[in-house]
């Protein structure tokens, strides 16, 4: 990555490892080959208001994989576990949006989210789960 800075609007990849929605059971987003992008990457939780249900809650973690088999869960760039504070009905904004810091430098190649929801039988929660990573390859730089 040689040849000039990110630009930070243009130049970021922006991945949805769980695209926003409204969604009433647990979701395993597909995984993403993480092999093209350096650094630390940002991962976003996006929740809306958690609608109807009997207490629902929703519990967010970061996998990871070395060979897009056999996940885990992956680690902050501070080695805790990346999962997200647990989302309610009763949260504030500042919970039902958050954002952890993991290092793409490592072994493990492979990245998804899954998200654990409970007790939504009779309605739904909104949210999304984000990645934002900076490419190996600029467009415009030199290798």
Same mark, same amino acid.
């Given at each position: 990555?040689?040849?000039?800075?990110?630009?930070?609007?243009?130049?970021?990849?922006?991945?949805?490892?769980?695209?926003?929605?409204?969604?009433?059971?647990?979701?395993?987003?597909?995984?993403?080959?993480?092999?093209?992008?350096?650094?630390?990457?940002?991962?976003?939780?996006?929740?809306?208001?958690?609608?109807?249900?009997?207490?629902?809650? %929703? &519990?967010? *973690?970061?996998?990871?994989?070395?060979?897009?088999? +056999?996940? =885990?869960? /992956? #680690?902050?760039?501070?080695?805790?576990?990346?999962?997200?504070?647990?989302?309610?009905?009763?949260?504030?904004?500042?919970?039902?949006?958050?954002?952890?810091?993991?290092? %793409? &430098?490592? *072994?493990?190649?492979?990245?998804?989210?899954?998200? +654990?929801? =409970?007790? /939504? #039988?009779?309605?739904?929660?909104?949210?999304?789960?984000?990645?934002?990573?900076?490419?190996?390859?600029?467009?415009?730089?030199?290798?």
């Amino acid at each position: 990555m040689l040849g000039r800075h990110p630009d930070l609007k243009n130049d970021l990849d922006r991945i949805a490892l769980i695209a926003f929605g409204n969604y009433t059971s647990t979701q395993t987003g597909t995984a993403v080959d993480m092999s093209g992008r350096v650094g630390v990457g940002i991962v976003k939780l996006k929740a809306g208001d958690i609608i109807n249900g009997t207490s629902p809650t %929703l &519990d967010v *973690e970061i996998q990871d994989s070395a060979d897009n088999s +056999t996940f =885990a869960t /992956a #680690q902050d760039i501070d080695g805790n576990d990346l999962d997200f504070t647990q989302v309610d009905g009763s949260n504030t904004a500042a919970v039902r949006d958050q954002e952890l810091f993991m290092s %793409l &430098d490592g *072994e493990r190649r492979y990245v998804r989210a899954l998200a +654990t929801i =409970a007790n /939504a #039988q009779s309605g739904t929660v909104v949210f999304g789960v984000e990645l934002i990573v900076v490419p190996k390859d600029l467009p415009g730089s030199k290798s």
